[in-house]
């Protein structure tokens, strides 16, 4: 296993548009989350599933935000009608119950 | 609200000096995290502490946390260009808000030959 993977690794898209993501996490964890970080500011977290449960949200995530886990496998985190203050990177982290958790390479998300 | 603060917010050295980065919280955490993130990925977890007091070393990174468990430092001895990057105190919120972790905003390093 190579670790957390995300894909894609760069999204360009227009304002208004719709974009999704996508996140395989390390295949023994059961723990999934979902942050974003923009220029000069540290992760910020947005949403958390244990299996395919989503057990918390953060404030930050708009009702134009979606996360899916439908098998309790890889994620998908869906922005609605893309607005230019959503361009940032966005994190996948997966853990092992209480355990330490493990990011992957993240997208960056550019909405012009 | 910013649990964790970084200190200093920028740091630009030569390659053999030594440095150290702070931490701090006016909460308690029952661990903390040390992540290094390179421009463009996503962070790479370097160590946990858990105990207050507690010093881990790796290689020419020392670690510690503080007794109140209120604080970390992070201390490179001896620093080299590969240890350029943005370092990340990480911890979970001390009430609520379940497995979230809480980031500082970082300190970005940068060591020149």
């Known amino acids: 296993d190579t670790g957390v993977s995300q894909n894609p690794r760069h999204k360009i898209t227009k304002r208004g548009q719709n974009v999704t993501f996508r996140c395989d996490p390390i295949?023994?964890?059961?723990?999934l989350y979902w942050y974003r970080q923009t220029l000069g500011q540290g992760p910020e977290f947005l949403t958390y599933?244990?299996?395919?449960?989503?057990?918390?949200k953060s404030r930050l995530l708009s009702d134009r935000f979606s996360a899916e886990r439908p098998k309790g496998s890889f994620s998908t985190l869906e922005i609605q009608r893309t607005e230019q203050g959503d361009s940032a990177m966005y994190l996948c982290?997966?853990?092992?119950?209480?355990?330490?958790?493990?990011f992957g390479a993240g997208t960056r998300l550019s909405v012009l | 609200t910013q649990l964790l603060e970084q200190s200093p917010q920028f740091l630009s050295i030569q390659e053999g000096e030594n440095l150290t980065v702070y931490c701090n919280s006016s909460?308690?955490?029952?661990?903390l995290q040390w992540y290094r993130q390179e421009p463009g990925e996503g962070p790479v977890l370097l160590v946990t502490v858990v105990t207050g007091g507690e010093v881990k070393k790796l290689k020419r990174l020392t670690f510690q946390f503080g007794d109140a468990r209120k604080d970390s430092s992070l201390h490179i001895t001896a620093a080299q260009p590969g240890d350029t990057g943005l370092y990340l105190c990480?911890?979970?919120?001390?009430?609520?808000?379940?497995?979230?972790?809480?980031f500082g905003k970082g300190t970005s390093l940068l060591v020149t030959p």
């Open positions: 982290a997966s853990s092992p119950p209480e355990g330490l958790q493990y």
């Open positions: 295949s023994e964890h059961n723990r």
């Open positions: 909460s308690v955490f029952s661990s």
């Open positions: 990480a911890g979970r919120p001390p009430h609520g808000s379940g497995y979230a972790l809480n």
């Open positions: 599933f244990q299996n395919e449960a989503q057990l918390e």
